[in-house]
C-alpha cells in the first residue's frame, strides 16, 4: 500500500495510538519473528534498516532531532513505554527513520532507541530471501552480517509494506478492539472515541475506498496462500480472538494478515454509512471470493463450519429407557457395540418411570436450529439430535395406536417450538423422523429379554444361600409372566434381599453370551433398540437441511 506522503510521526496525531497493538523494541521484534518462523537479531535488523528495507516505524534520539509533536487523546491508559515515545515527542526527540538519513544504532543505554510497528510483522515473510542473501562473518569474537544494496523495487516494496503498517496503526485504535474483542484500558474516553465518527482517520488517511478493498482482499487471499491449515482456518475464523495468539509460525502470520484486512473493511463499512464510499458488492453465490474468509463469521457460516469439521457438542440420538435396570444394560451395550456416552453420539437418559415427561425431553434436546433460508429448504444450523423412547408397555404406550400418539405429541411439541413459516406439512415429516417411541414385546422388561429359568438363576446370584429353590422360582415368574405381571408380582410371596438393579448387573454375562452366539435364535429387543439408535445417531449428524416445501429435498 503506497503513502509515500505520511510519517510514522502523523500516528501521534491520532487518539490512543499504540494502545491496543503496543509498539515492539527490538527484543521483542525479535521474539515475535521467531514465533513467526523467522530469525533475526539484532544486527540483523540494524543491516536491514541502514539497506532501507526492513525500516523501524519511530527512533527515540538522546538529543533533539525536530520539533516538538504533542500527543493527542487521554495518554493516560498508554504503556511505560508508550509514555517514554511520548515524552521524545514532546522534546522533540522522536523521529521517523524513514525520513532521515541512516545513522547506526547507538550501544549501551540507549541502544533500544527504535520501535516497530506490530503490523510490520506482515513483512516478515518478503524478509526470507533478503536474509538468504546475507553473509556472516566471525570477526573478533562477534558475527557481522553483510548485505549488497538493495535494488530499486525491493525497497519500494518494504515502503509499501511500511506504508500498510502506518495505516493499520491508524485505524488500529478504533477497529481492533472491534476484531480481537477486547479493548486494552478501556475508559468512558475510549469508549466514547469508538463511537465517534471516523473523521480523523478518513483525513490521515488519503487512499480512495477501492484502494483499501483491493489491499484488504490482496491481504485474505495472501494469508490463504501460505496458511499451512489449509480450510482449517475456517475453524480459527470462529474461535475466540484471544487464542489465535497460540498459533505458531506461518498459521499466526496468515491469522494477522486476516486481522488487518477485517480492519480495512470495518473501515470501508464506516466510510459507506458516511456516504463516502460505494457499497460493497455481495460476495458471490457461485464463487469463492476473497471475502467469504472474513474473519466476521455470521451465524450460518459459523453452523457450517461446526459441521463441516465435526466440532459437535451435541448427541447425535439420545435413547431415553424406563429406569435404571434399562440404563445398566444399555450402558452395556454400547460397549459391547464399541460404543460409550463420551464419544459423544448417544446418551443415555432414565425417565425414571413410565410417566416420564418425554414433551419436555423432546422439546429439549430435538429442537433443530434452523435457517429458513437454505438452499433446498431450511438450512441446519447445529447438529441435529434425535430421540428414542424405549419403554415397558403400559400405560399411554400400552398399544401400538399409544406409542404413535406419544410419537405425535413429541412432533407437535417441537414444531410449536419452531416459528410459524416451518410448521409446514414437509417439515412435520422431517421431524417425525427424528423421534421414535419404542415398547417391549411384553409386559415387562425382564420379560421380555430372559426366561423364566435365566431369571431364576439370576435372583439366586443376587440372595444368596438364602435363595429359595429354583423350581419355586421359576414357577412363580411362569405365572406371573402368564398374568400380564412383571418380575415384581413373581416375587412377592418371597421375602428376598434383591433389587431390579443388582438382578440386571447378575443377568449381563447371560445376555452377552446369548448376543456373542451365532446359534442363539432368541431376540434380544433392547439390543436392536440401542443398534438402530446409533444408526439414527449417524444418519442425523449427516443431515444440513431439513424440509420446508413438499418439493423440498435433503
Known amino acids: 500500500m503506497k503513502n509515500p506522503s505520511r510519517s510514522s510521526l502523523d500516528l501521534l496525531g491520532v487518539p490512543y495510538a499504540f494502545t491496543q497493538a503496543p509498539l515492539l523494541t527490538v ?12 530469525h533475526l537479531d539484532s544486527a540483523q535488523l540494524e543491516l536491514l534498516h541502514r539497506r532501507g528495507l526492513f525500516v523501524p516505524l519511530l527512533r527515540i534520539h538522546v538529543h533533539t532531532v525536530g520539533e516538538p509533536t504533542p500527543t493527542v487523546g487521554d495518554t493516560s491508559i498508554w504503556s511505560s513505554d508508550a509514555r517514554l515515545i511520548q515524552s521524545a515527542a514532546a522534546t522533540g526527540r522522536l523521529s521517523d527513520p524513514a525520513r532521515r538519513r541512516f545513522r547506526p544504532w547507538p550501544t549501551g543505554p540507549y541502544a533500544a532507541g527504535v520501535r516497530y510497528s506490530h503490523y510490520q510483522l506482515l ?18 569474537g562477534r558475527v557481522h552480517y553483510e548485505l549488497d544494496p538493495a535494488a530499486t523495487q525491493l525497497r519500494e516494496s518494504f515502503a509499501q509494506h511500511r506504508a500498510l503498517a502506518i495505516v493499520l496503526e491508524a485505524l488500529s485504535p478504533r477497529y481492533r478492539p472491534v476484531v480481537m474483542r477486547v479493548l486494552r484500558g478501556a475508559t468512558d474516553e475510549l469508549s466514547a472515541h469508538l463511537q465517534s465518527t471516523v473523521s480523523l482517520e478518513r483525513t490521515l488517511i488519503s487512499h480512495t475506498a477501492a484502494e483499501l478493498l483491493n489491499q484488504a482482499e490482496h491481504l485474505i487471499r495472501t494469508a490463504n496462500g501460505f496458511d499451512p491449515l489449509g480450510k482449517w482456518h475456517r475453524v480459527t475464523r470462529i474461535s475466540r480472538p484471544e487464542r489465535w495468539d497460540d498459533l505458531r509460525f506461518d498459521a499466526l502470520l496468515a491469522q494477522e494478515h486476516r486481522i488487518a484486512a477485517e480492519m480495512l473493511l470495518l473501515f470501508h463499512e464506516d466510510l459507506e454509512r458516511m456516504g463516502h464510499a460505494r457499497p460493497l458488492p455481495p460476495v458471490s453465490n457461485r464463487f469463492h471470493e476473497a471475502r467469504h474468509d472474513r474473519l466476521e463469521a455470521t451465524a450460518r457460516e459459523r453452523g ?24 445398566i444394560v444399555a450402558r452395556r451395550l454400547l460397549q459391547l457395540f464399541g460404543f460409550d456416552e463420551g464419544q459423544g453420539l448417544i446418551q443415555l437418559v432414565d425417565l425414571e418411570g413410565v410417566g416420564g415427561d418425554v414433551q419436555l425431553l423432546a422439546r429439549a434436546v430435538c429442537v433443530p436450529r434452523l435457517d429458513p433460508d437454505g438452499y433446498r429448504g431450511a438450512r441446519v444450523m447445529s447438529s441435529l ?3 428414542v423412547v424405549a419403554v415397558d408397555p403400559e400405560g399411554a404406550y400400552r398399544t401400538h395406536d399409544g406409542c404413535n400418539r406419544r410419537r405425535n405429541a413429541m412432533v407437535e411439541t417441537v414444531l410449536r417450538a419452531l416459528t410459524p413459516e416451518l410448521r409446514t406439512k414437509a417439515m412435520r415429516t422431517d421431524v417425525r423422523e427424528l423421534l421414535h417411541v419404542r415398547a417391549w414385546p411384553h409386559t415387562s422388561f425382564e420379560f421380555a429379554h430372559f426366561s423364566d429359568a435365566e431369571l431364576a438363576s439370576g435372583i439366586r446370584k443376587v440372595v444368596g444361600r438364602r435363595a429359595p429353590k429354583s423350581a419355586a422360582l421359576r414357577n412363580a415368574l411362569a405365572k406371573a409372566r402368564a398374568g400380564g405381571g412383571t418380575v415384581d408380582n413373581a416375587f412377592k410371596g418371597f421375602k428376598l434381599d434383591w433389587s431390579k438393579p443388582r438382578l440386571a448387573e447378575s443377568l449381563l454375562p447371560t445376555l452377552e453370551r446369548r448376543l456373542m452366539s451365532v446359534h442363539s ?34
Not at 513483512?123 to 573478533?140: F, G, N, V
Not at 461446526?306 to 440404563?327: C, S
Not at 439390543?527 to 416445501?549: N, S
Open 123 to 140: 513483512a516478515l515473510r518478503s524478509l526470507s530471501w533478503t536474509m538468504r542473501a546475507m553473509r556472516a562473518k566471525w570477526i573478533e
Open 521 to 554: 435364535r432368541r431376540p434380544v429387543p433392547i439390543a436392536e433398540v440401542v443398534d438402530d439408535a446409533i444408526r439414527l445417531g449417524f444418519h442425523v449428524r449427516q443431515v444440513r437441511e431439513l424440509r420446508v416445501a413438499e418439493t423440498d429435498t435433503q
Open 304 to 327: 457450517d463450519t461446526i459441521l463441516d469439521f465435526g466440532l459437535i457438542d451435541r448427541p447425535g440420538v439420545v435413547l431415553a429407557v424406563e429406569g435404571e435396570t434399562e440404563m
Open 385 to 387: 439430535t434425535a430421540l
Open 27 to 38: 527484543p521483542e521484534l525479535v521474539r515475535a519473528a521467531e514465533v513467526r518462523g523467522t
